[in-house]
């Protein structure tokens, strides 16, 4: 009962900057957790970067420094900024949700963005 859209995704050359959204609707239940996760060819899907619904915080140790995660829970999106952008972030972004488990037993993703960081 969630549906979630990234988008934002693109080209970028190393060192710069790039933001990725997303726009949740459905059971606000289903959204206590809202995060980012990117996923390259061959590669183990990883989280990047959560927020919960106060606004508190979690960053990978391999994007810490370079990315900042935000929400509005008024329009229901959450934004990724990633500054100083490094080869290895090029992957696919999606957008991902976890539920308050007394209401809702779902966990919900978006189609994904690409991100592409070219030199």
């Known amino acids: 009962q969630v549906q979630l859209v990234e988008s934002g995704g693109g080209l970028v050359q190393y060192g710069g900057s790039l933001s990725v959204s997303c726009a949740a609707s459905?059971?606000?239940?289903?959204?206590?957790?809202m995060d980012w996760w990117r996923q390259a060819p061959g590669e183990e899907r990883e989280l990047v970067a959560s927020?919960?619904?106060?606004?508190?915080?979690f960053y990978a140790d391999s994007v810490k420094g370079r990315a900042s995660v935000s929400r509005d829970n008024s329009k229901n999106t959450m934004t990724l900024q990633m500054n100083s952008l490094k080869f290895e972030d090029t992957a696919v972004y999606y957008c991902?949700?976890?539920?308050?488990?007394?209401?809702?037993?779902?966990?919900?993703w978006g189609q994904g963005t690409q991100v592409t960081v070219s030199s």
């Open positions: 459905g059971d606000p239940n289903c959204m206590i957790d």
């Open positions: 927020i919960d619904k106060g606004g508190r915080v």
């Open positions: 991902h949700t976890e539920p308050d488990l007394r209401y809702c037993n779902d966990e919900y």
